[in-house]
């Protein structure tokens, strides 16, 4: 049996919402995935365009997997991206997509303005340790940093930690496990990389995507 070429491009998304997102940026150029991932277990999944496939990843795996070429280009978030550090990536467009916030967020009883006035040493509970560590040094705040994986609400509600430092888009997962948000570190949204050296060698495609991406996301600006 004659093995199946390879498409020759491959994107790499996380399931959620930077999916749902992108969903519509690969219409405009033409293209539809063939499978919901929600449904199916299936990691590779094919497109209506033979030359494009789209791999699944944890969203903090997708700039690693473009980094060393696993998948040629890929959508991250800003923070996804910090932390990793961006080495080995072309960053050409922000995509304008999964927009949210990165804030600092307290227990409502939580004085957290007297804690970092009076030079207090906070506990503060995060997956972005980057980002955290350069914010409270910036502040010059003493903070020990807790490295966590999900689930960050948690940490203030058990005494693991004084603060968190997380996500935030409808504030709503805030609201439910009574914390408040006491500073707004950064905005997010998410950005199309590439790997260096694909763009090289595929340049042609990989430009088109690039353009179609660029013309849709800039004529929702206007
Ligand atoms: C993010 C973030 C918050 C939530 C914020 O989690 O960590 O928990 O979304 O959204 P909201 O302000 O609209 O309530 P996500 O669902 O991405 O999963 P994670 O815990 O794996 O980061």
């Given at each position: 049996m004659k093995a199946q070429a390879?498409?020759?491009l491959t994107l790499a998304?996380?399931?959620g919402r930077i999916f749902d997102e992108t969903l519509p940026l690969l219409k405009a150029a033409g293209i539809e995935v063939l499978e919901d991932p929600e449904k199916s277990r299936k990691l590779i999944i094919g497109t209506t365009n033979p030359e494009l496939q789209?791999?699944?990843?944890?969203?903090?795996d997708v700039p690693t997997y473009v980094q060393y070429g696993g998948a040629d280009l890929g959508v991250t978030g800003k923070d996804t991206l910090i932390e990793h550090g961006g080495q080995g990536l072309y960053q050409p467009l922000d995509l304008q997509i999964a927009r949210c916030?990165?804030?600092v967020a307290v227990r409502s009883d939580f004085d957290y303005a007297s804690a970092v006035r009076q030079g207090s040493r906070l506990k503060v509970a995060t997956k972005y340790v980057g980002i955290a560590r350069d914010f409270f040094a910036a502040k010059g705040v003493h903070v020990d940093l807790i490295k966590l994986y999900g689930s960050m609400e948690l940490a203030p509600l058990t005494g693991l930690a004084d603060a968190i430092v997380d996500l935030?888009?409808?504030?709503?997962t805030l609201k439910a496990n009574h914390l408040v948000e006491v500073e707004r570190?950064?905005?997010i949204s998410s950005?199309?990389?590439v790997n260096q050296a694909a763009l090289k060698l595929k340049q042609d495609p990989i430009r088109h995507l690039i353009d179609v991406f660029a013309r849709?996301?800039?004529?929702?600006?206007?």
């Open positions: 390879k498409p020759a998304l996380s399931k789209v791999v699944l990843v944890r969203a903090s916030r990165v804030s935030v888009s409808t504030g709503n570190i950064m905005d950005r199309l990389v849709t996301v800039a004529a929702r600006q206007t």
